[in-house]
C-alpha cells in the first residue's frame, strides 16, 4: 500500500468517485485504477475538510481486504518506520549535503546510497545487534565506528585478525565485532 503524491491526481480522482463511505472524520471512496499497473490493484481516494474547505489524498493498494475502513485502519497503524529511516539515512549518509548536477549521476548517486544502507543495515544486524552499539544508528555508526583507522589482516582468503588504533574509545568493542562480521558470524 502506498501513498499517492499528486494532490491533482487526487482532485482528479475524486470527481470519478460515485459512493463515499465515512471513516473517522473523513470519506472514502473507491475508483478504478487510472493507468495499468501491470498487476491488480485497488485505488481508494480520501476526502476530509481543512478549513471549510475539501482536501483529498489517494491510495494504491496491492492487498485484497474486505472494506475501505479496515484498509485506512491498516494504513494508518503502519507506524513512521518510513518516516524514521529517511531521516537517518539522510543524516547519516550525508544525503542533503550533496547533489548531482545531471540526472544520470544523481541517479547514480541515489543507488549509491540504497547500497551504503542497506550495506549498514546488514552491517548493524549482523555484528552490532547485542553490543554496546546496539542504539547506534546510521550517523552514529559512520562517524564513531566506520571512520575508526585500522586494518583487517588476511591470511590467505582467510580473516585473521582485525587491528584497530587502540586509543580510540570503542576499539576493542568494535574489534571483536568486525570479526564476527567477517567470520560470518
Known sequence: MAKGMSHSR???LSRRVSRWDVYEGA??????PPVDYGRPVRVFVKRRLKDGAFVHSYYVLTLSLPSKGLFMAKYDARGGAEVEQFRNDKSGLSLEARRKRS???QKGYILLTDL????LSDFYHRALVGTRFDN???KRIVRDLLTMPGKLV???DRLSRVELLTQKQFAGDLAICLERYCSGG
Open 10 to 12: 487526487a482532485e482528479a
Open 27 to 32: 470519506w472514502l471512496g473507491e475508483v478504478k
Open 103 to 105: 540526472f544520470l549521476g
Open 116 to 119: 551504503a544502507h542497506n550495506l
Open 136 to 138: 547506534f544508528g546510521p
Open 154 to 156: 588476511f591470511e590467505g
